[in-house]
């Protein structure tokens, strides 16, 4: 069995000197221990391990200045940063977020191609090298400038906790980012507003719960992690009804959020709370509780006699069991499974029953794999452009400054990114003195 390490430094005896020496394990698994001044127990000693122990608490991988000479490898800061992340990217409730997902997808490709060598050693041809197998993995180029970024910041970390010197950093920072049309990575197109006729045809292909959040994403332009975090008691109910989400992208910046909910939000939300009886901290749309209405309507259309042994086939020990809350992922798959089934691909670009997903990519042509994709464009939408379809409305008829309370953005630039320009309004200017 394993021996449990130490982080927390101890103050110990060094009997060759008499002086007082401090022993740990800092978070890359290596043992530390640093000669403290004076002799054991005096006051010097005491004071020496009193500011050892602060600087551990500041950054628990200090390393002795003996250890940085000899060079520590890009494997033992990233070890280092990821159990720093494991802490760090944690949301309220403390689970982990998407970010220390994506950092630990990050770290594998670095721990592949550089994890034997020296961390100082990591300049911008290894950068570059690195971008070149995102690029090499398929990722369009907006995905490998951010996850560049990432290794950059890693790097960053590092040279904050004395583990590298600050000229790393400094030399990744010249290595410019990929641009569009000068690079061999793919381009992906931009995010549009998806047509109110394609959403009305996918609403009926989704459960009562993810229908609800769809239509509550089309008429607020709110996050779908926020409509899937919504409460009974973070809605405030008066002359207009406003919900203020306490989970939200921008809230560990100290920043609130407000999400105005109109006549037709609440239309939804009151006929999706008919008949159901709902605590006021209890998540209003749940994975969980879908499944037991849709249980109960199951049973309830049933016309032979249940028998006994099929009244319950529960495994009390379930791998799997749904969760109290959505998560925006589980909204992105149904809606995807119910666009396919609202619109089904024509049958030659269709994947047939009996092929797996490559076969099928193999059997299609060059030309059908085009037109699938752009029927895909087409028929096929993500929660997360009924954003942008409810921004552009608002900016067509309130303007951009209207767009940008609603969305809840600081700046009006970020909401461009999200409105479309009014181009019939542009049409008629230029009718009109062009």
Sequence with gaps: MSVQRKHTPSYLLHRQSGRARAVWTDLTGTRQQKLLPGPFGSEESRAAFARLQLEIVTSPVHLPAAHTTRGVSLNEVLLAFLSHAERHYRDPDGNLTTEHREYKRVARHLRELYGQAPAAEFGPLALKAVRQRFVDAGWSRGVVNQRVGRVRRILKWAV???LVPPAVFHGLAAVAGLQRGRTPARETDP?????????????PHLTPHVRAIVELLFHTGMRPAEACGMTLNQIERGTVWVYRPRRHKTAHHGKGRVVPLGPNARAVLAAFLAGRVLEPDEPIFSPARCREERYAAMRKGRR????????????????RTPTDRYAPGAISHAVAAACGRAFP????????????????????????RTRLRAWEREHRWHPYQLRHTFATKVRKAHGLEAAQVLLGHARADVTQVYAERNEELAAAVAAKIG
Excluded: N
């Design 160 to 162: 904050a906790e004395e």
């Design 191 to 203: 995010v549009r507003p998806v047509g109110d006729d394609v959403v009305a045809a996918t609403l």
């Design 304 to 319: 032979s006699k249940v028998q006994p042994s099929q009244v319950s086939r529960r495994k009390a020990d379930a791998e």
């Design 345 to 368: 691909p024509p049958a030659p670009l269709a994947k047939r029953r009996d092929e797996t997903a490559a076969a099928w990519k193999a059997r299609l042509t060059a030309g059908e």
